[in-house]
């Protein structure tokens, strides 16, 4: 049997897409190779959000190379963002890669991998008509009680240094009905928890006659999902529906990661965020007056081009005032063809690495404080398996979706009570009670 590997980058919609492309090269015929210089098939799904990545994929890369000149036989296709954005000058960069093809054109990739003989002629990308869905592709699911679905492609914000817009294009929202299917055969096949995904989930629905306040209702009401997340949402768009039906449904769980990107009002307008501070923490206090245990997490960039040091300091005390329960920080890197590019004023990356540090050890003892409120409490623990750390322990989420290291004896896909003991900044530990439902 031909046998394929994924090495994927980036975020949750490209693994997502990635378990869609391992679902369809099963459905060729193709096992799973467990590394890759044991596979025929090497794809590599890529992200190009940062400059981090793409350095990343271009060592991947020189080693897939390798394994090539030695055995020339083998298929290297390449997707994702870093392909879309460079997709003209891909195949002269990489003159080796068989095949490319961008976030939108996963579902044309079985027919350009030569459907089923894998006789692979260099095929390019498709256009951006051909953009699909791929919701109806079989999909290969690492956990059996977890699953993500896509809700949308694509977004139509302009944020000054991102590159999203330009590589997975206008947004689109997926049908309804559509999700719904899929949401209630996920049910069926023992999913308990799924993650709503799109770039921008509450813009969700208005090119087809919908809204995410709705989406998020209807799915609530599907039998056997107890959990319903969703990433992310723009805060410009989290209007007072979504906060509603976030209180109201009993599967939506108690956590928004809401990104703020920087706590000064002159920043984000520089980024077209189109949210001022103020704003944004108001629409805290509206979130929280209405879900009380309600868990934040945000996505922060240091350094953006005239960034001053009041301007950071004004990130640092936002941190603080929301008092958020994680962050993801990034030094801003500057992205070809973004506008934030070729502003003025860079900031060297020496006082951009000041910066993250300084703003990491808030971020870390704010988060602390925030795990620390629920020692003595009992969550309710979604199991995932046993602890990366430490086999000999359970690790799971919580609504609020803090991981929780704990002693006790369920199987993965259990709901369990359990009692919190201890808190790191990432991480709380605890000891299994009862098991809520099998
Ligand atoms: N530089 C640094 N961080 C970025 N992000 C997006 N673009 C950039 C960039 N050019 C961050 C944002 C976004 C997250 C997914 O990545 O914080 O929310
Ligand atoms: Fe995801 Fe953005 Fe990276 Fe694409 S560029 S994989 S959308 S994080």
């Known amino acids: 049997m031909r046998r394929y590997h994924v090495t994927t980058f980036g975020c949750q919609m490209n693994a997502h897409d ?35 990545p793409d350095r990343r994929f271009a060592a991947h890369l020189a080693q897939a190379r390798a394994l090539k000149e030695r055995e020339p036989d083998k298929v290297i296709a390449v997707g994702g963002c870093y392909a879309e954005a460079q997709r003209e000058r891909l195949f002269s960069l990489y003159p080796f890669v068989d095949v490319a ?49 896509q809700i949308s492609m694509g977004c139509n914000s302009v944020c ?26 996920l ?41 319903i997340r969703f990433t992310s949402p723009h805060p410009k768009d989290f209007r007072a529906g979504v906060i509603a039906a976030m209180a109201e449904c009993a599967a939506v769980c108690e956590h928004a990661h809401l990104p703020l990107q920087s706590g000064s009002t002159r920043v984000l307008k520089a980024m077209r965020r189109t949210y001022s501070r103020e704003r944004y ?50 030094v801003y890197s500057p992205r070809q063809g973004t506008e934030a590019a070729s502003l ?45 750390t430490d086999p000999a322990f359970l690790r799971g989420r919580t609504r609020r979706n803090t991981t929780v290291v704990f002693a006790g004896s369920a199987a993965p896909g259990e709901l369990v009570q359990v009692r919190i003991e201890d808190a790191t900044s990432t991480t709380l530990r605890g000891v299994e009670l009862a098991t809520v439902a099998a």
């Not at 799109?198 to 306040?213: E, I, P």
């Not at 971020?363 to 199991?383: N, S, T």
């Open 281 to 330: 923490l108001r629409l805290v206090d509206e979130l929280r007056a209405a879900i009380p245990d309600l868990a934040l997490t945000t996505d922060l960039i240091v350094g953006f081009p005239g960034e001053t040091d009041e301007e950071f300091e004004e990130t640092v005390s936002a941190v603080e005032q929301v008092g958020y329960d994680g962050a993801f920080t990034f």
């Open 344 to 388: 003025p004023n860079q900031i060297p990356e020496e006082l951009k690495r000041e910066r993250i540090e300084r703003l990491i050890e808030v971020v870390q003892h704010v988060a602390e404080a925030r795990k620390r409120e629920r020692v003595g409490r009992v969550e309710e623990v979604l199991v995932e398996g046993p602890s990366r």
């Open 18 to 52: 990635s378990e869609r492309i391992k679902g369809m090269l099963e459905e060729l015929g193709l096992g799973e190779a467990p590394a890759q210089e044991d596979a025929d098939v090497l794809v590599f799904n890529t992200c190009t959000i940062r400059e981090k």
């Open 160 to 185: 000054a240094y991102c590159i999203v817009p330009a590589v997975r294009g206008r947004e689109v929202s997926r049908r309804p009905g559509e999700i719904l299917a899929e949401v209630e055969g």
């Open 101 to 149: 093809f961008g976030p939108g054109s996963i579902p044309h990739l079985g027919e350009w991998l030569g459907a089923g003989g894998l006789g692979v002629e260099r095929s390019a990308f498709g256009t951006a008509e051909d953009r699909a869905f791929a919701g109806r592709l079989p999909r290969h699911r690492e956990r059996r009680f977890q699953a993500w679905v």
């Open 187 to 227: 049910a069926r096949e023992g999913v308990r928890e799924i993650t709503l995904l799109g770039q921008n989930v509450n813009s969700y629905g208005r090119d087809v006659g919908s809204d995410f306040a709705k989406l998020l209702r209807a799915c609530d009401v599907a039998e056997g999902i107890e959990r």
